[in-house]
């Protein structure tokens, strides 16, 4: 099972920035791990945010970060990146971090924390002010 532990969290104005990393650990060869970033926010379900698939050339964002956030992977660190701009303060929540062995990158978009196979990390909060 693949470890996954998010950072780069933290308290920024709205229009800011932040950039998010998720760094990976054990399981299998990291670049047959479709990657993605989801978000919850308080009372609200776990939603997907950027999926990004196993080399990196493909990428799906919710039409509602799409323009504003960039996923990215580097295969040799073992890490995906989620990059934050104009930032909103409905953007506020826990952010995670998912891996799917051998997944697609648009299926592992409609994933949730009971479906079988993906690995989550422990989310890191990210928090906009207006």
């Known amino acids: 099972q693949v470890q996954l532990v998010e950072s780069g969290g933290g308290l920024v104005q709205a229009g800011g920035s932040l950039r998010l990393s998720c760094a990976a650990s054990?399981?299998?060869?990291?670049?047959?791990?479709?990657m993605g970033w989801f978000r919850q926010a308080p009372g609200k379900e776990r939603e997907f945010v950027a999926t990004?698939?196993?080399?990196?050339?493909?990428?799906y964002y919710a039409d509602s970060v799409k323009g504003r956030f960039i996923i990215s992977r580097d295969n040799y660190k073992n890490t995906v990146d989620l990059q934050m701009n104009s930032l909103k303060p409905e953007d506020t929540a826990v952010y995670y971090c998912?891996?799917?062995?051998?997944?697609?990158?648009?299926?592992?978009?409609?994933?949730?924390?009971?479906?079988?196979?993906?690995?989550w990390g422990q989310g890191t909060q990210v928090t906009v002010s207006s």
């Open positions: 998912a891996a799917g062995w051998d997944w697609g990158y648009v299926a592992l978009s409609t994933i949730t924390p009971t479906t079988t196979g993906p690995s």
């Open positions: 990004i698939g196993w080399s990196g050339m493909s990428s």
């Open positions: 054990g399981g299998r060869t990291f670049n047959k791990y479709a």
